[in-house]
């Protein structure tokens, strides 16, 4: 583990003061057990990725979710801000880059595999499961239809995502969804 990391308590504490509360936490704990399980994955099949840094990038994603509400400013980069001012360079930015708009926007496209499996992770986390990509793009299209436009976009960069992970892993897309299913799935349940 990276030292410079903070363990689950104080992260889950920086989340509690920042506002995050039951729904969200759980979604937060999900997608770091996602970003893990995948970044201990890619690890054994020899890429260059630390699992902890992943957990912890995925617990703290939504770190200002609520903080940021009303001030104009997106929560990815009022998280990002909040994870610098903590020391956490790295953490500070898996936040800036996870939002489902971020492979399509310059300076926020997720470039090292944490950023990567934590962009994913969110776009599959549907606690208490894992849920197909497509499963949490018609949630966002029911709650946000101002989105309506732009989605086919980000949903296109979050199959393309998905599909590089599991063809790093030599899996289908179906194999790799079902092995989420089934080893985080049971594992947040």
């Known amino acids: 583990m990276n030292v410079s990391l903070p363990d689950v ?9 920042n506002g995050v509360r039951d729904n969200l936490l759980a979604h937060c704990r999900l997608v ?23 957990h912890r990038g995925g617990l703290l994603h939504d770190i200002a979710k609520h903080a940021a509400k009303g001030t104009g400013v997106s929560h990815e980069i009022v ?9 956490q360079p790295e953490l ?34 549907m606690p208490p499961r ?5 499963e949490r793009f018609a949630d ?9 436009d732009v989605l086919p976009q980000y949903e296109a960069a979050a199959y393309a995502q998905e ?4 063809e790093r892993l030599g899996l289908t897309v ?16």
């Open 140 to 148: 966002v299209r029911r709650r946000k239809p101002e989105l309506a």
């Open 9 to 17: 308590l104080t992260a889950e504490a920086w989340l509690a003061e």
């Open 92 to 125: 500070a930015e898996i936040a800036l880059r996870h939002g489902m708009w971020a492979p399509v926007t310059e300076g926020q496209r997720p470039e090292t595999w944490e950023q990567k499996v934590v962009y994913y992770a969110d776009r599959v986390a």
């Open 163 to 166: 599909r590089e992970i599991a």
């Open 79 to 87: 998280g990002a801000q909040l994870l610098r001012e903590r020391g």
């Open 174 to 189: 179906e194999e790799l969804r079902r092995e989420l299913e089934r080893e985080v799935g049971r594992a947040a349940s």
């Open 32 to 54: 770091g057990a996602v970003a893990r399980h995948l970044a201990k994955r890619l690890r054994g099949a020899g890429e260059t990725v630390d699992p902890e840094l992943a």
């Open 130 to 134: 894992v849920a197909p990509v497509a």
